[in-house]
Protein backbone atom coordinates (compact mmCIF):
# COMPACT_ATOMS: atom_id res chain seq x y z
CA UNK A 1 0.00 0.00 0.00
CA UNK A 2 1.17 3.25 -1.15
CA UNK A 3 1.07 6.81 0.92
CA UNK A 4 0.80 9.93 -1.12
CA UNK A 5 2.01 13.22 0.90
CA UNK A 6 2.06 16.58 -0.52
CA UNK A 7 5.09 19.03 -0.18
CA UNK A 8 4.75 22.51 0.14
CA UNK A 9 7.46 24.81 -0.73
CA UNK A 10 8.55 27.75 2.11
CA UNK A 11 5.56 29.97 0.54
CA UNK A 12 3.30 27.02 2.00
CA UNK A 13 1.90 26.62 -1.44
CA UNK A 14 2.61 22.91 -3.10
CA UNK A 15 5.19 22.99 -5.39
CA UNK A 16 4.16 22.48 -9.11
CA UNK A 17 7.29 20.41 -9.45
CA UNK A 18 6.42 17.96 -6.96
CA UNK A 19 3.36 17.20 -8.75
CA UNK A 20 4.75 16.06 -12.12
CA UNK A 21 4.49 12.39 -13.12
CA UNK A 22 6.12 10.50 -15.37
CA UNK A 23 4.20 7.97 -16.76
CA UNK A 24 6.06 4.45 -16.69
CA UNK A 25 4.70 2.90 -19.72
CA UNK A 26 5.49 5.51 -22.99
CA UNK A 27 4.26 3.82 -25.41
CA UNK A 28 2.45 0.40 -26.02
CA UNK A 29 0.88 -1.58 -28.81
CA UNK A 30 -1.02 -4.68 -29.28
CA UNK A 31 -1.95 -6.06 -32.91
CA UNK A 32 -3.70 -7.22 -34.65
CA UNK A 33 -6.45 -6.53 -33.64
CA UNK A 34 -8.78 -8.93 -34.43
CA UNK A 35 -6.84 -11.73 -33.51
CA UNK A 36 -6.41 -15.17 -34.74
CA UNK A 37 -3.29 -16.78 -33.63
CA UNK A 38 -0.96 -14.63 -31.93
CA UNK A 39 -0.80 -11.01 -30.50
CA UNK A 40 2.11 -8.71 -31.40
CA UNK A 41 2.86 -6.75 -28.17
CA UNK A 42 5.60 -3.56 -27.89
CA UNK A 43 5.62 -1.53 -25.21
CA UNK A 44 8.19 1.28 -24.04
CA UNK A 45 9.12 2.19 -20.83
CA UNK A 46 10.27 5.21 -18.93
CA UNK A 47 13.27 3.18 -17.48
CA UNK A 48 14.66 -0.52 -16.82
CA UNK A 49 11.96 -1.14 -14.68
CA UNK A 50 9.83 -4.56 -13.23
CA UNK A 51 6.90 -5.02 -15.82
CA UNK A 52 3.73 -8.12 -15.55
CA UNK A 53 2.36 -8.79 -18.85
CA UNK A 54 -1.15 -10.54 -18.41
CA UNK A 55 -3.97 -11.92 -20.59
CA UNK A 56 -7.23 -12.47 -19.31
CA UNK A 57 -10.97 -13.39 -19.88
CA UNK A 58 -13.59 -11.30 -19.49
CA UNK A 59 -14.31 -13.27 -16.04
CA UNK A 60 -10.92 -13.00 -15.17
CA UNK A 61 -9.43 -16.40 -16.28
CA UNK A 62 -5.62 -16.47 -16.85
CA UNK A 63 -4.86 -16.89 -20.01
CA UNK A 64 -0.93 -15.75 -20.36
CA UNK A 65 1.33 -14.21 -17.41
CA UNK A 66 5.14 -12.98 -17.87
CA UNK A 67 7.42 -10.97 -15.94
CA UNK A 68 9.71 -8.75 -17.00
CA UNK A 69 12.86 -6.35 -16.02
CA UNK A 70 13.27 -4.52 -19.20
CA UNK A 71 12.81 -1.00 -20.82
CA UNK A 72 11.05 -2.33 -24.18
CA UNK A 73 9.17 -5.38 -24.57
CA UNK A 74 8.23 -7.20 -27.73
CA UNK A 75 5.68 -10.26 -27.15
CA UNK A 76 4.22 -12.79 -29.34
CA UNK A 77 1.58 -13.94 -27.67
CA UNK A 78 0.06 -17.12 -28.46
CA UNK A 79 -3.75 -17.37 -29.18
CA UNK A 80 -4.22 -20.30 -31.24
CA UNK A 81 -5.50 -22.47 -28.46
CA UNK A 82 -8.09 -20.22 -27.32
CA UNK A 83 -11.42 -19.75 -27.43
CA UNK A 84 -13.47 -17.05 -29.76
CA UNK A 85 -14.53 -13.95 -27.56
CA UNK A 86 -12.65 -11.08 -25.49
CA UNK A 87 -9.86 -10.77 -23.52
CA UNK A 88 -7.75 -8.04 -21.82
CA UNK A 89 -3.86 -7.61 -22.54
CA UNK A 90 -2.87 -6.11 -19.35
CA UNK A 91 0.52 -3.99 -18.39
CA UNK A 92 1.56 -3.30 -14.89
CA UNK A 93 4.40 -1.61 -13.47
CA UNK A 94 4.98 -0.43 -10.06
CA UNK A 95 3.30 2.72 -10.44
CA UNK A 96 0.68 2.26 -13.62
CA UNK A 97 -1.30 -0.05 -15.39
CA UNK A 98 -2.75 -0.17 -19.06
CA UNK A 99 -5.38 -2.36 -20.40
CA UNK A 100 -6.36 -3.41 -23.83
CA UNK A 101 -9.26 -5.31 -25.20
CA UNK A 102 -8.60 -8.09 -28.29
CA UNK A 103 -11.29 -10.20 -29.83
CA UNK A 104 -10.38 -13.58 -30.62
CA UNK A 105 -11.92 -14.83 -33.43
Given at each position: ???SINVR???GREDPEDQEKVDDITNAR???N???EE???DVELSGEMRVLV???SMIGVSIFEKKFEARQISEVIQMSGVNPGMYIVIIITENQSKSFRVLKL
Open positions: RTKNSTVYPPVSINLKVT
